[in-house]
């Protein structure tokens, strides 16, 4: 059509991807600006894996598409963040995490939760007073928060997200950095951030090695530890040795309803 001496490459696959793309941004759009129920928090048990005592939760995103059923949160998530709609949509999640959280507590006082921030959200100006005025809102302890942000987050710090992330510390709210070992973070930034807990790459559960080098590193800048993904008594085993004083994975627990952790802080509060 646009004459000859000129070519493109196009093949249906591509027309599909790209479909598929506009649609969830549409749809993702609609379902974040309507508060609709298909966006929901699943909630993963943090436990302590020598008793297996639950100790707080992950909260996780998901997302039901009407179209598309259930979408990856690592796919919603990116076009979230290359859409703004990641502040909203943020914001939703630590708000509901944050409102079962202050429930959780008059069952498990000590119970801490921990959610997922994107570096597109640090990137707000306003982003750390938001927290706070959440935090106020739920009357949650910012001592019961922990916000977790992946290495890139630190090395490629700027003036607003460094503003953000010392107002939070400033405030009592934990950082963890998510996936760790798995980017470029240095001791220096570790350092810098004040970084309170080091949570260990899904990929180390299986290197008994790299995970004691990760404890070793935690006990040398006084920072918490939790090793992630764990799926087998003989994972657990290691990191009880290791002295790991956290843990997540499947081996106890998926990510799950609001409503089965409430129950399982009902009956035994152990895993
Ligand atoms: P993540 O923060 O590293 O979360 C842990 C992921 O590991 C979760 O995947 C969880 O379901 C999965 N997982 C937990 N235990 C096990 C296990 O024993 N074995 C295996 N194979 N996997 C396990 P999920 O829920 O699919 O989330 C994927 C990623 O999406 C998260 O990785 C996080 O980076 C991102 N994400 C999820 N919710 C949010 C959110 O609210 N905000 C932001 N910014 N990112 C989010
Ligand atoms: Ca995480
Ligand atoms: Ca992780
Ligand atoms: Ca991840």
Request: hydrophobic share 40%; glycine share 8%.
């Amino acid at each position: 059509a646009r004459g000859r001496g000129h070519t493109e490459l196009f093949d249906e696959s591509m027309g599909r991807d790209a479909q598929r793309h506009l649609d969830l941004e549409n749809q993702l759009r609609h379902d974040v600006e309507s508060g609709s129920g298909a966006l929901s928090v699943a909630f993963q048990p943090v436990v302590d894996p020598a008793s297996g005592h639950v100790l707080g939760v992950e909260a996780l995103a998901r997302w039901n598409c009407e179209r598309y059923g259930a979408v990856p949160p690592e796919e919603f998530i990116a076009i979230a963040e290359d859409s703004d709609l990641i502040h909203t949509l943020g914001r939703t999640v630590l708000r509901t995490a944050l409102e079962h959280t202050a429930w959780w507590q008059s069952l498990h006082p000590a119970f801490e939760v921990a959610v997922n921030v994107s570096p597109v959200q640090l990137q707000r100006p306003g982003f750390a007073a938001e927290v706070q005025r959440l935090l106020a809102q739920t009357r949650v302890s910012p001592q019961h928060l922990c916000l977790e942000v992946t290495e890139g987050v630190l090395l490629e710090a700027n003036e607003v997200s460094s503003a953000n992330l010392r107002a939070l510390h400033e405030a009592g709210v934990e950082l963890a950095v998510d996936d760790f070992g798995s980017g470029y973070s240095s001791l220096a930034q570790l350092r810098r951030f004040q970084v309170g807990k080091l949570k260990a790459d899904r990929s180390f559960v299986t290197d008994a090695p790299i995970l004691r080098a990760v404890a070793d590193l935690g006990a040398a800048l006084g920072v918490r530890v939790l090793a992630e993904g764990v799926e087998t008594a003989e994972q657990q085993r290691a990191l009880v040795e290791l002295g790991y004083p956290q843990a997540q994975g499947y081996l106890w627990a998926r990510p799950q309803p609001a409503d089965a952790i409430t129950d399982l802080l009902r009956s035994r509060q152990q895993v």
